[in-house]
Every structure is written in C-alpha cells, then in structure tokens.
C-alpha cells in the first residue's frame, strides 16, 4: 500500500455463509472473524483492518478516529431468510465495553422484500420478566411472549441494544449495524443453531441480565450512527468536507453513479443493487447519480464528538442554551 496516494470509493468482497434458515452476506465487515477485501484498484486485495492500521482518520474522519480506534465503526450485511432466523438478543455499548471489551450493537433492518408468510419478532406483547423469559426459552413457548411485526418492503425497523428480534418465511433485510460480533440466541425455532453464527459463550443466561423485559415500543434513544434511506430521482451533489467523515451507501433496489474527481477527471464507480460503498472522510466532494427510476440507497455514517463541555469552554459556548 502507497501511504501518500489519495484514497478512493471502495468496494468489497462479499463473505457469504449458509445456514439452515438462508444465508447471510457481509457487504462490509471488520470484525477479526470476519474481514472484508477491497474488490478493486490500487488496494484490491487489502482488509478494511488492514486499510484502517495504515490510513487511521483518513479512512473514517478525525472524531471517529478518535473515539473507534483502528476498527472500523459499522458493519452491513444482506440476510436472506427462508425459514427461521434464530431469535437474538444484543447489548449495549456500556455493558459490551465493560464484560467483553467490544462494541455494543445497535441495528436498524431494511426490509427489501418478503413473502406472504414473513413475520418479525421484535421484543414483548407486554411486559415480562427474565424467569419467564428463561423458561419460555427452554420449553419453546416463546412465540408467545413476542410482539410480531408484519414487514413489507421499504419497511425500515430500528432494533435497540436489549431488543429480542428474529425473522421468519421468505424476508430479504439489509442490516446496518455497530461493527460488533456480540448476537446472543435466545431461541432456534427447534433447529440446531451453527456455531458459525453464533459464539456459545454468548448464552441466554448471559442475555438475561440486559434484555428488555417492557412492552415492545419503537425506541427513542439515540442510534448509536446515522442511517437513512435516500430515494434518489435526481442528481445529487454531496459535499461533506466541513464533517470531515466517511459515508456509506448501500442499494436497496435500481443503482447508481458515484461521480469522484481524480486528478481533474471525473471518475464513475458503480453501485447496483445490494452492493456497498465507502467513501472515506478524504472523498468529501462528488455527485450520486441515479441509472433507474425507484432507485433507492441507504445512506450511513457515524457523527461522533464526544468532546467534554465542562472541560472545552469552546464546546460550551457554542451549544444552544438549553444544551448547556
């Protein structure tokens, strides 16, 4: 890798595993057991970790930098459901930080298309309990206790750290997510649960202690990173250079252009359907340009300033009044 060559909108390759209820498709992944591959260019063939130890802020910005670290901060996948996504459960970064020394996993699913029998479970009918929680998991009456959400495509589904959540019948789901290998099963649907999937130290028992037991209703804390869908009819020109961050963007249906300038040039990098992209914080300035009619991208980054305004007057004084 050449340090001093400016850094362009990459791809990567996809990491696919099989499972009895479908498979799964990481777009982009840097999670040690998982670590994605530049498709193309002058860094095909480099790991987002091997990017990230060598290019540091100029990959993900300085304040993601300064709080991440090396790793870069999300994770997006494709999960293509036939059958019975096992139900699980993540935590937060508090509690992840501190017992396991990795992110927490907030999530927010996409859904691109389903079948007439898809359901999603997300979290309880009515409030509840770890004892019963626990041996509703043991002796399969589970469903029970769940709250059931009836998808449809363009349905975008936030799922909180402390969410039990699962997908069942024919459902394709784009998942954009904290970059974290913390998923606990809580249940299989009867079916024996890869070890692939899911670490067996990471047990129900252990899920107990953070999963919430209230009546499922749509979070209002903060997401833990920016995701949003853009349905792009028009040009776009996006010029981020004042955030100083990374983007990404992945294309839930049609596709589309990412007009870059390279040394006085325009230079096309194409997007279809159920691919990612990453912008790195340097490429502030192109264009997104739209190749069909009802092409539609998730748009994704992480905006984190984390800086102290007890101890940074500067912060302070620039925050609004009933901030302060």
Avoid at 88 to 109: I, N, T
Avoid at 165 to 193: K, R, T, Y
Wanted: glycine share 6%; with cysteine.
């Amino acid at each position: 890798m050449e340090e001093d060559k400016k850094l362009y909108p990459m791809q990567f390759c996809t990491l696919r595993d099989e499972y009895k209820w479908g498979y799964e498709e990481f777009k982009l992944a840097d999670l040690g057991y998982r670590d994605s591959l530049v498709r193309e260019g002058w860094l095909m063939g480099n790991s987002i970790s091997e990017i990230m130890d060598m290019y540091l802020d100029r990959v993900v910005g300085d304040n993601v930098f300064e709080y991440y670290g090396r790793q870069f901060p999300l994770s997006v996948k494709n999960i293509c459901v036939n059958g019975s996504l096992p139900l699980q459960v993540c935590p937060d970064d508090s509690l992840a930080f501190e017992r396991y020394d990795f992110l927490g996993k907030d999530k927010v699913w996409y859904v691109v298309s389903c079948g007439s029998n898809a359901a999603i479970k997300l979290g309880f009918k009515t409030d509840t309990d770890a004892s019963r929680v626990y041996e509703s998991c043991l002796d399969g009456t589970i469903d029970k206790l769940l709250n059931t959400v009836a998808p449809y495509p363009g349905q975008v589904l936030r799922i909180a750290p402390g969410t039990p959540h699962a997908a069942l019948g024919e459902i394709n789901i784009v998942e954009v997510s904290e970059s974290s290998p913390l998923d606990f099963c809580m249940f299989g649907w009867g079916q024996e649960v890869s070890e692939e999937q899911f670490d067996p130290a990471l047990s129900l028992v252990d899920a107990l202690e953070f999963i919430d037991y209230r009546a499922f209703k749509a979070s209002d804390s903060p997401l833990a990173f920016k995701s949003s869908k853009l349905e792009l009819k028009d040009p776009l020109h996006v010029y981020s250079q004042a955030e100083g961050n990374f983007s990404l963007y992945t294309c839930l249906k049609g596709s589309a252009d990412i007009r870059i300038e390279v040394f006085g040039q325009n230079v096309d990098y194409r997007l279809n359907a159920m691919e990612t992209l990453l912008l790195p914080s340097e490429c502030y300035d192109y264009y997104l340009l739209p190749l069909e009619q009802g092409t539609c991208l998730v748009e994704s980054s992480v905006d984190r300033d984390d800086r102290d305004p007890y101890i940074n007057p500067d912060v302070a004084s620039s925050l609004p009044e009933d901030e302060e």
